[in-house]
């Protein structure tokens, strides 16, 4: 009897477990394909940097995810994504945190509900020279998921 009432109890959790998952959003298994550090070109265009990355002091360090997705779409059709970062130093305290980067302007409609290459700039003006960490967390503001990436750049000192 004892172990009848335990397997109906395991069905029926695993039952519950199964239409829970089924019911959430697309946004809760939000991934990142990829992602490489970029600084400032002419024009301000991005320009990639080779691994490992490696930075002067007073550069703009970017961190580019590559096709993060998928984001559920909201009421109005349009998509919702927004960026967290923060940069942690070579003694492992956050020296930089903020939220919401994007705000507004994250809502938009992606294509097959991807983004393509959100990025995220840390200015390094007044870090002293050193191995850094940059954190980036993109989040559906709509469906709710996320997802973190951690990255390390090198700054040297200008000579």
């Given at each position: 009897?004892?172990?009848?009432?335990?397997?109906?109890?395991?069905v029926a959790?695993m039952?519950a477990?199964?239409?829970?998952?089924t019911?959430t959003?697309?946004?809760?298994l939000?991934s990142?394909?990829?992602?490489t550090?970029?600084?400032?070109?002419?024009?301000d265009?991005?320009?990639?940097v080779?691994?490992p990355?490696?930075?002067?002091r007073?550069?703009a360090?970017?961190?580019?995810?590559?096709?993060?997705g998928?984001?559920?779409?909201?009421?109005?059709?349009l998509?919702?994504f927004d960026l967290?970062?923060?940069i942690i130093?070579?003694?492992e305290?956050t020296l930089?945190?903020k939220?919401g980067?994007?705000g507004?302007?994250g809502?938009?409609?992606?294509v097959?509900?991807?983004?393509?290459?959100p990025?995220?700039t840390?200015?390094t003006?007044d870090?002293?020279?050193?191995?850094y960490?940059f954190?980036?967390?993109?989040?559906?503001?709509?469906?709710?998921?996320k997802?973190t990436?951690n990255?390390f750049?090198?700054?040297e000192d200008i000579l």
């Amino acid at each position: 009897m004892k172990t009848n009432l335990f397997k109906f109890f395991c069905v029926a959790f695993m039952s519950a477990a199964l239409i829970s998952c089924t019911s959430t959003t697309t946004s809760k298994l939000i991934s990142i394909e990829d992602y490489t550090f970029a600084s400032t070109g002419e024009g301000d265009q991005l320009v990639i940097v080779d691994d490992p990355a490696v930075f002067k002091r007073g550069d703009a360090v970017h961190l580019v995810l590559q096709n993060v997705g998928p984001f559920k779409k909201g009421d109005d059709g349009l998509n919702w994504f927004d960026l967290d970062m923060e940069i942690i130093g070579p003694d492992e305290v956050t020296l930089l945190s903020k939220t919401g980067l994007l705000g507004e302007a994250g809502h938009v409609a992606l294509v097959n509900d991807m983004a393509k290459s959100p990025y995220a700039t840390c200015s390094t003006s007044d870090l002293a020279p050193g191995k850094y960490k940059f954190k980036l967390t993109i989040y559906d503001r709509i469906g709710k998921g996320k997802a973190t990436q951690n990255a390390f750049f090198t700054l040297e000192d200008i000579l």
